[in-house]
């Protein structure tokens, strides 16, 4: 079967991590990698993997758009170099899976709203954060039933499993986090914490939400929607489990998620890892079919 | 070191918790009629420093933390006009409090932050450690459960800290776990690295009684700040009582610039009447300090006993086996249920 061809930009854990999933995905092939350190471990990594990579950034790879056939990049890198890295690779006709906290495009959680995105043909969008893509479900689950005034999401992380980048750049979780829990959740305010524990042997990814509902929730139907919505979601994160919960406290529904990754590039306990990667090699794989099928032609953007 | 330093003629800036760790033994319910009371007094008692925040800090009103009944900046806008003398500062972790936060409380008229971390994950505050210092604030980087690191390690944590901007470490004893030598060993560890002008700060918690000697025990070995909270009022056991510290400091002929009398009356005629429950070690205030648990999770516990029908005390010991840390507090709640389903006594939905 013909295969959509990639390239990962960025060769920290999640640029690392991504070579396994888009690997085993049968409409995707990870083609090249893209670092900016030569001594890389992720891009030893993937040449050994059989990628082609460059340590010239972006502008190591645009030479080999065309000549290679590459159709999605998936960005791995920062939100302050995204918006060029797009660009850029827009400008080529590549479409751009964004999994940096810049958030240009519009916002992805698969089994809520990928199938729009898809339809659109957008050239950019953007996975929100690693916390976005294991609680937003949720929320959305809550507030199809009905109204949420103010979804909450804690996340707690293993330290081995968070880069340098995530941490020197805290608040621009927070922000898109926060931000996507309405605009995708659909509540109508949103927050988002984030805390980094230590603890050996690490801890596995725990996710706790909390929606306050305008009215008297429906226990029975909130249940039901959540428990389908965490099986939406076990469909590309087989890890993905209700620890306890759905509670209800007047209007307060609580849910404590688990997340235990594959273990494909770091241990099982980096579910948070493997939430985020695999979410957007699912999303990779809608366009790839739609492209496969001939339903969409991603176009050079036109750039002013 | 072992004889008894004469500590005579130190200065050192006390700085009071009584708004900001106390919010957490009010269950962060503290009236704006109450901070103004409280501040004033501080102020009027010569305390140099004032931290004014929610329990948790910069962004802290949420479900996870609790909602006070007043903003940060609508404390803040109250409290900073009717103070003479004293400086106020705010407390910031990152993850829950972001750096439009810090200017809005900068705007409100706080001129010092607290910088939070777990003791380990000091890179998760360059950002914020620098805007700080960009807004001019007096800034501190603050170590929190510092127990759970060597005392090389901390330093090493410190120094982060430090290079990111950081004028002030803090040592944190959260869990009012540690006991004077350990203070000792991480101020003298924090000392060799740390560059000569940067000062060095305690934070006690009293769950094992240990606030006043730990704070001794950091000036004996060079720290300068030391936070505490009139009549102890904070989380867990209290913060080391500031009164009581004053009084061992004028004792010992360290100097505060603190009016000993007021700090007294103020406890007495303040602070106690405002207490919900008597801020004091007791068996679930004792259990943090024992097991070495954050001392916020202690009214949390609380209410998940109540709520799931197992003891405080269990649910704190369980989690200090799991290494549940400061910001964790929905995993009281998660902790106590999965504890009650193996004891029969919740049912799980999906069974």
Redesign the interface.
């Known amino acids: 079967m013909k295969k959509i061809r990639c390239a990962l930009i960025g060769s920290g854990n999640i640029g690392t991590d991504l070579i396994y999933k888009i690997q085993r995905s049968e409409m995707l092939e990870p083609v090249w990698m893209v670092g900016i350190d030569p001594s890389s471990e992720g891009l030893a990594r993937a040449r050994s993997m059989g990628l082609k990579t460059t340590a010239a950034g972006v502008d190591g790879l645009l030479p080999h758009v065309l000549e290679d056939n590459i159709q999605i990049a998936f960005d791995a890198t920062s939100a302050y170099v995204h918006a060029e890295n797009s660009r850029k690779l827009n400008e080529l006709g590549v479409m751009m899976i964004d999994l940096t906290p810049a958030a240009i495009g519009p916002l992805c959680v698969p089994p809520v709203n990928l199938l729009e995105h898809a339809n659109k043909v957008e050239m950019n969008v953007n996975m929100i954060s690693c916390a976005g893509q294991a609680t937003i479900p949720i929320v959305f689950a809550v507030s199809r039933i009905q109204s949420v005034a ?1 979804g ?1 999401i ?1 996340a ?1 992380l293993a ?1 081995k499993s968070i880069g ?1 980048g995530t ?5 621009e ?3 898109t986090t926060s931000n996507a829990i309405q605009l995708v959740g659909g509540a109508k305010k949103g ?1 988002a ?8 042997p690490p ?1 596995l990814m ?1 996710n ?1 939400i ?1 929606c ?1 509902t305008e009215d008297e929730p429906d226990q029975t139907r909130i ?1 039901e929607s959540i ?1 389908q919505m965490i099986g939406e979601v076990q469909k590309y994160v087989p890890g993905y489990r ?6 209800f406290d007047g209007k ?1 529904v ?1 849910v ?1 998620m688990e997340v235990a990754g594959l273990g494909d590039y770091l241990p099982r306990y980096a579910g948070n890892l493997d939430i985020m990667t695999a979410a957007a090699t699912r999303t990779a794989e809608m366009f790839a079919a739609e492209i496969l099928a001939g339903n969409i032609q991603l176009k050079p953007l036109e750039v002013a | 070191m072992n004889q008894t330093q004469d500590l005579k003629g130190r200065k050192i800036i006390i700085h009071d918790m009584c708004l900001r760790d106390g919010m957490h033994a009010k269950r962060e319910q503290m009236s704006i009629e109450q901070m103004v009371t409280i501040a004033t007094a501080l102020d009027d008692a010569g305390v140099p420093m004032i931290q004014v925040t929610h329990g948790a800090g910069l962004g802290g009103n ?3 933390h609790g909602f006070a009944p007043h903003s940060n900046e609508e404390y803040l806008r109250v409290v900073v006009p009717r103070l003479r003398q004293a400086k106020v500062s705010v407390l910031l972790i ?3 409090g ?3 936060e810090l200017q809005s409380a900068y705007d409100c008229g706080a001129r010092s932050v607290h910088v939070a971390t ?1 003791c ?2 000091a ?2 505050s ?3 450690i620098a805007f700080a210092r960009k807004l001019g604030m007096d800034t501190t980087g603050f170590l929190m459960m510092a127990h ?1 690191n060597t005392p090389e390690g901390l330093a090493q944590q410190g120094k982060l800290m430090e290079s990111y901007g950081a004028q002030t470490i803090y040592i944190t004893d959260s869990a009012g776990y540690m006991l004077p030598a350990d203070v000792k060993a991480r101020v003298a560890a924090l000392r060799t690295v740390l560059k000569p002008e940067t000062e060095i700060g305690f934070h006690g918690h009293h769950n094992m009684g240990m606030g006043i000697s730990n704070s001794i025990a950091a000036i004996e070995e060079g720290a300068s700040r030391i936070d505490a909270s009139v009549a102890g009022l904070g989380a867990g056991a209290g913060n080391t009582p500031l009164e009581v510290f004053v009084a061992v400091c004028e004792r010992m002929g360290i100097e505060t610039g603190c009016d000993l009398f007021k700090l007294m009356d103020m406890a007495e005629d303040i602070i106690l009447p405002l207490m919900d429950h008597m801020v004091r070690v007791d068996r679930a205030s004792l259990t943090l300090g024992y097991a070495g648990v954050y001392s916020t999770f202690l009214l949390h516990a609380k209410r998940a006993s109540e709520r799931f029908g197992v003891s405080t005390r269990d649910i704190l010991i369980e989690l200090g086996r ?4 400061g ?2 507090e ?2 009281i ?2 902790t106590a ?2 504890m009650a ?1 193996e004891r029969g006594l919740l049912k799980d ?2 069974a």
Do not use: C
Not at chain 2, 322 to 325: D, E, N, R
């Open positions: 103010y909450e804690i707690s330290s340098p941490r020197a750049n805290l608040d979780f927070t922000y927050k914490l984030a805390i980094i524990n230590p603890a050996e801890m725990r706790t909390y306050q249940t428990l209700l620890v306890n919960g759905p509670i307060w609580a404590f | 949420s479900r996870q990152p993850g829950l972001t750096m439009k777990h380990t994950e890179d998760t360059p950002q914020h759970l799991k290494k549940m840390i910001g964790q929905d995993m709640v998660d249920m999965t389903k939905v999906t």
